[in-house]
């Protein structure tokens, strides 16, 4: 086959007509005869003691069950957590609360009804009586009371890396840049909203359970630990997933509390959740603030960096636990060489939504601190910005490169990817235009920021030492019917990533068939074989990309075999590959489709060869492996307004081998929006005494396409030494340095120190800058 081309050639979605006709099917659209309807009923109170009164409920039309704690405590155990390390307190998560709530749309009660509007008016019955307790809003260690009556404090769990002696270098540092960079809490906000159907077998020993998840075996393994019931008893069916962005990466306690209603009527009961439910009830992601010392020489080297990461985990930590800012340690070094470092976690508990998964899971926390950092700095010592990172960046014959948090940087080239994207934007000139306008009254400012993105998760014995229960390997199985038609069995799922074009392409790339000839088998428990990560860390080309390969390769070797019988050929390598099957020197050939039909008629095999055509292969990756990049922008700001505008935006990037390029470009693209609206209008803020402020898209701000610019793109491609096809990730990259490089932008634009103030945290609303341009025009004066 021609490895060495990309076998993305064609556009994304080729396959996918159905999607682009409108044959989705999603959760929502689904149903089964005499399937009831639940409606959850959440706390109204951020932290309260509770009794919960249901008669009235009880006797509302239509009405199966309301289920409260008591219920559910007895039957189920609480949900485990997916990364839990030895570090982390206990904090147990419960399907539906007991005589204690902790936040503001923590479940209390399950209405089962016949239909979804004799749901709702009942829950509206369900009377529940609140004795507040105090509130901890602000994450800090030393908050009060505590939240939980076992713990002595609200720190859910710490951890640090350390390499040298980060003290004596700050100490003896010509500058040291000092600042608290603050990521503040975001909504995931996918199309479809998240939901669960469930249905047990007449016996009631075995429930199948459909869930818009991006991790089925995830979810049936909470399943199994929560209804204690052995995993063989539990079905996962994903249906198409309108979105994920890392808020369905992990099991929730909706799907234990399905599935307990579900037996508990003995009839199928589903549950969509709403999208006012889901502000408080999905998890958030974000809710970051890293306290950051950065030591540098009189020319600008890096000499010592020290960091506190203080993690808003709200309530209860989900199944992540104290992951997110785990990563935003570890990758606040960015791709720079610090021999002398110290990054320590401090994850503490709130009267807030718990905080999960989200796109860039930490790093572009981690992003925003450094590279904020850094900008200070130049600006400080006189240095070019550029020209400060270009001193610190790691050169290639430095890769692989072990950082002070023990992540090994895998390979790139990330001066010449600089380079590429000074070149393209006109560095200079961008800086010269913008000085030009700033002196003529307007606010425009240019900026840069470099990132590198931990992509292709899944080294097991990484993922252990992490504290991460679940393994990293991803299994493929490959399968060729009698007429040549392919298939491809994957544990992965797809989430409007494009996951099913890349892996078809794969396999008919490996194979020599048509990419129409491919179809992917997702989303299914029982036929699909196992992952043990779901999909989620920028890992589907990397590590399902590379176990589809290996699988279609031997499967391809199990081909030749039989060609070169039916040719009279004695040795198998002898043959060469056409277009659609094997040919000989003397100009003999055989198709794909005869050869599949002669494996499965089996009257004329090789000795010892096994009718049919199917191969699998597993998958753990080696290492992690780094995606980087580079990204300049150019931005005004409306000094009536306070908004941004962003001029031009220039993206530099290297993901590896790029399997789909069109993918990889969507990829980027979709990532920078969600980046821009962090950076510049996304927030879920709670007042004082613990309420969230939004609680409906009346209330949120996500980005319009008015406020995306064109993503000018330009490619490196430096294969990645730890994954089988040389392929990194690409699903986080593009949101990742967004908040960072606008917001330097927005520091050149305001032009004196005291904007420090609004850039250091984001979203840079467009209130907390018009405050800003006012003292901007008062300082000038």
């Not at 010392?293 to 930590?317: K, M, N, S, W, Y």
């Amino acid at each position: 086959m021609t490895a060495d081309r990309h076998v993305g050639d064609c556009p994304p979605g080729l396959h996918l007509q159905r999607l682009v006709a409108g044959g989705g099917r999603y959760l929502a659209d689904e149903s089964a005869a005499g399937e009831l309807h639940l409606v959850v009923v959440r706390s109204q109170e951020p932290h309260a003691r509770i009794s919960v009164d249901t008669r009235r409920a009880l006797m509302a039309p239509g009405v199966h069950a309301v289920l409260v704690g008591a219920d559910v405590r007895d039957a189920t155990d609480p949900m485990g957590m997916m990364w839990k390390a030895q570090v982390q307190a206990e904090a147990p998560t419960w399907c539906l609360a007991g005589d204690t709530v902790r936040y503001v749309g923590e479940p209390i009660a399950a209405v089962i009804a016949d239909d979804a509007y004799l749901a709702e008016d009942a829950a509206e019955l369900v009377d529940v009586s609140y004795r507040p307790l105090p509130v901890v809003v602000e994450p800090s260690a030393d908050s009060q009371p505590p939240l939980y009556q076992h713990w002595s404090d609200n720190v859910f769990g710490r951890t640090r890396f350390e390499a040298g002696d980060a003290a004596a270098a700050l100490a003896g540092s010509a500058v040291t840049i000092s600042g608290r960079y603050v990521s503040n809490r975001v909504a995931g906000l996918a199309l479809e909203t998240r939901g669960v159907r469930a249905a047990w077998d007449i016996t009631g020993k075995s429930v199948t359970m459909w869930t818009s998840t991006q991790s089925p075996h995830q979810v049936r393994t909470s399943l199994s630990e929560t209804l204690r019931i052995p995993e063989d008893r539990v079905r996962v069916l994903c249906p198409d997933v309108g979105g994920a962005f890392g808020n369905k990466a992990c099991a929730y306690i909706e799907e234990t509390l399905v599935a307990f209603a579900a037996r508990v009527v003995r009839r199928p009961v589903r549950w969509i959740e709403s999208r006012a439910e889901a502000f408080t009830a999905t998890v958030h992601g974000r809710g970051t603030a890293v306290d950051l010392e950065l030591g540098l020489t009189a020319d600008g080297t890096i000499t010592g960096l020290h960091a506190t990461v203080v993690l808003d985990c709200g309530a209860t930590p989900y199944m992540v636990g104290l992951g997110t800012g785990v990563v935003t340690a570890a990758m606040v070094l960015g791709p720079y060489r610090i021999a002398d470092a110290l990054t320590e976690l401090v994850a503490v508990v709130t009267n807030k939504t718990p905080i999960g998964a989200y796109r860039g899971f930490g790093m572009p926390e981690a992003t925003f601190a450094i590279e904020r950092a850094l900008d200070d700095g130049a600006r400080r010592l006189g240095i070019d910005p550029i020209e400060i990172r270009r001193r610190n960046l790691l050169r290639p014959e430095e890769l692989p490169y072990w950082t002070a948090a023990m992540m090994c940087l895998d390979s790139g080239r990330y001066g010449e990817l600089l380079d590429l994207v000074s070149d393209t934007v006109d560095w200079p000139g961008a800086q010269r235009a913008a000085a030009e306008a700033r002196a003529a009254g307007r606010l425009v400012g240019a900026g840069i920021a470099f990132y590198v993105e931990a992509t292709n998760f899944g080294p097991s014995l990484t993922a252990a030492m992490m504290g991460i229960n679940n393994a990293g390997h991803d299994r493929a199985v490959v399968r060729m019917d009698a007429t040549g038609l392919v298939t491809v069995f994957t544990g992965q799922m797809p989430m409007g990533q494009g996951l099913e074009t890349v892996l078809a392409q794969v396999a008919a790339d490996e194979l020599g068939v048509l990419l129409d000839s491919v179809s992917v088998i997702c989303g299914d428990t029982l036929a699909c074989p196992y992952t043990g990560y779901g999909s989620g860390g920028s890992r589907g080309a990397g590590v399902a990309g590379s176990a589809v390969m290996v699988a279609a390769r031997r499967l391809r070797d199990r081909m030749r075999v039989i060609a070169a019988h039916l040719l009279d050929v004695s040795d198998p390598a002898a043959l060469h590959d056409d277009n659609d099957g094997f040919g000989t020197d003397s100009g003999d050939r055989i198709s794909v489709a005869a050869v599949a039909a002669a494996a499965y008629n089996a009257n004329d095999l090789p000795p010892d060869t096994e009718p049919g055509l199917e191969a699998a292969y597993t998958y753990d990756p080696r290492g992690f492996a780094f995606s980087y990049g580079a990204v300049a922008a150019v931005v005004e700001i409306d000094r009536d307004t306070g908004s941004v505008g962003i001029q031009r935006l220039v993206f530099g990037h290297d993901c590896g081998v790029q399997l789909n390029p069109a993918n990889v470009a969507a990829q980027i693209r979709g990532g920078v929006a969600q980046g821009i609206g962090a950076a510049l209008y996304e927030q879920l803020p709670y007042t004082s005494d613990g309420r969230p402020v939004v609680e409906s898209l009346w209330d949120y701000f996500p980005p319009l396409p008015a406020n995306v610019p064109p993503v000018e793109l330009v490619h490196l491609e430096t294969p990645s030494p730890f994954s089988l096809n040389g392929a990194k990730g690409a699903g986080e990259s593009g949101v990742i340095p967004i908040p960072a490089v606008l917001a330097n932008a927005v520091r050149d634009a305001l032009g004196t120190d005291e904007a420090s103030n609004v850039v250091n945290a984001v979203p840079m609303t467009a209130e907390r800058l018009l405050a800003a341009i006012d003292l901007h025009d008062t300082t000038t004066q």
